[in-house]
Nanobody, 124 residues
Framework: QVQLVESGGGMVQAGGSPRLSCAAS????????MGWYRQAPGKEREFVAG????????DYADSVKGRFTISRDNAKNLVYLQMNGLKPEDTAMYYC?????????????????WGQGTRVTVSS
């Protein structure tokens, strides 16, 4: 069973630049595409960013494009989400996701393994 543990959340002022981390275990890490999703209070979970197993391909939601950057370190089984220029509307629980690269499920679909989440609260 794949295990994912997120860290790096907390309370941040608008304009801040925190970095979220997700540590994966019990997985051949490079064989999994990794993603970040978020769920704001009263809203459905939504895709934020995704990265291929090799790290050579990334995808972003329009709402974060140009502000957030996803990256991964396959030697350490880590995936990161660098968030810049945070806005109050970025307040949410952020979840790490892992899915086998070979399955080719689009990021718009919930699929794969999930972490417990890390909360990010942006104050104006």
């Amino acid at each position: 069973q794949v295990q994912l543990v997120e860290s790096g959340g907390g309370m941040v002022q608008a304009g801040g630049s925190p970095r979220l981390s997700c540590a994966a275990s019990r997985v051949t890490f490079s064989s999994y595409d990794m993603g970040w999703y978020r769920q704001a209070p009263g809203k459905e979970r939504e895709f934020v960013a995704g990265i291929s197993g090799s790290g050579g391909s990334t995808d972003y939601a329009d709402s974060v494009k140009g502000r957030f950057t996803i990256s991964r370190d396959n030697a350490k089984n880590l995936v990161y989400l660098q968030m810049n220029g945070l806005k109050p509307e970025d307040t949410a629980m952020y979840y790490c996701n892992a899915r086998r690269s070979a399955v080719l499920i689009p990021w718009t679909r919930d699929y794969g393994y999930w972490g417990q989440g890390t909360r990010v609260t942006v104050s104006s």
